[in-house]
Structure formats: structure tokens, C-alpha cells
């Protein structure tokens, strides 16, 4: 990607990020890069694949790479932690203020304005949610873990205690306080699966 394409992108989730999808205007982009709308035309054909382009280099989630069937449960859960963190770490360095409430109205813009987001951010929970079920299945058939509990369950509680971080984050408007109520809450509920 250009030098001219990569600073659009950028202003332009400033923009996005600090007003909603619909209150943003190519105008408004225009004069925030300084460039006119024909010079932002060349790099984009409208609001919609710009916004795209933010949301791709923004908000772009990727999946931590494990040996599913030799990794620990207590291993699997402190690499998801810091795939979390990394994740969160990662979606907050570009803000010039920090505003959780502006992330939270990113991510419902994109899920209104950019065809497939929501059905491509479901398959991807999905995957994690079937890695963690096998996890759990490996830790209960090596002893690791209880055999009485449900891995299906127990996986989609896993995966809405990391997704409450955007939660902690909200509340606590730090994401350092944030990641350590992550920790402990993992730590826990680890306790609470051990035989």
C-alpha cells in the first residue's frame, strides 16, 4: 500500500472513530488529509471501500497459532490472554484520546456498513470457541481437568470472559486494570475446572 493510501486510512479512522460512519463525509475526509475528493477518488471509489480499509488495518483480529492437541488448558488459557491483550493492546495504540465508547461505535458502524464483517467475525469466533472445546476435551481425557463439565459450555464462557474485556475496559477506562482483572477471572475460573 501506498504512502498516500496508508494516511488516508489513517485520518480517515480518525475521523470514523470520533464520529459515526453516516456523520463522516468524503468532504470531510477530503479536508481533514488535505487533498481534494478526485485525488481521494483515485485511491478509493467511495466512503464504503475506505471505510473497509480502515476497519481491514484496524480491526483486523487474528487467531494465535497452538498445538491443539498437545497444549495444556493452563497453557492455552495464558496464550489466549496475551493474544487478547495483544489484540486490545494493538486497537487502542492508534487512538489520539482514549474513548472505549468510540471503539464499541466502530465495530456496530462496521457491522451495519461493511458487507460480511458479521458473518466473517462469527466464523472466526466459531473457530476459537471449536479450539477451546478440544482443548478442554484433551485436558479432561489427560486428567488436567474435571470430567464433569461440558466442554461446549464451559468454551462459550471462556470466550465471553475474554470478550468482557471491551467491558472492563469501559468501566475501569483503563486497559492495564482491564488486563489484570483478565488475568485473574482466567486464573479463577482455571481453579474452578482443576480436579
Do not use: C, W
Not at 17 to 32: G, Q, T
Amino acid at each position: 500500500m501506498d504512502n498516500t493510501k496508508d494516511f488516508i486510512i489513517e485520518e480517515s479512522f480518525k475521523l470514523f472513530l470520533n464520529s459515526s460512519y453516516e456523520a463522516v463525509s468524503i468532504s470531510d475526509i477530503s479536508k481533514a488529509i488535505g487533498l481534494t475528493k478526485g485525488a481521494l477518488y483515485h485511491h478509493f471509489k467511495n466512503k464504503e471501500e475506505l471505510f473497509i480499509g480502515v476497519i481491514d488495518k484496524y480491526f483486523r483480529i487474528v487467531a494465535f497459532d497452538a498445538e491443539i492437541e498437545t497444549i495444556t488448558l493452563e497453557e492455552f488459557i495464558q496464550l489466549s490472554v496475551k493474544q487478547t491483550e495483544k489484540i486490545f493492546r494493538s486497537l487502542f495504540q492508534h487512538s489520539m484520546t482514549f474513548s472505549p465508547i468510540s471503539y464499541i461505535s466502530l465495530i456496530a458502524d462496521a457491522l451495519k456498513h461493511y458487507p460480511g464483517f458479521a458473518e466473517n467475525q462469527g466464523n472466526f469466533i466459531n473457530g476459537e470457541i471449536e479450539k477451546t472445546v478440544q482443548v478442554l476435551k484433551n485436558a479432561i481425557s489427560n486428567g488436567e481437568i474435571r470430567s464433569d463439565i461440558d466442554p461446549d459450555l464451559v468454551a462459550n464462557n471462556f470466550f465471553a470472559i475474554n470478550m468482557g474485556l471491551a467491558g472492563n475496559v469501559m468501566r475501569n477506562f483503563s486497559i492495564e486494570d482491564a488486563i489484570e482483572l483478565l488475568k485473574k477471572q482466567t486464573s479463577e475460573f482455571y481453579k474452578l475446572l482443576k480436579k
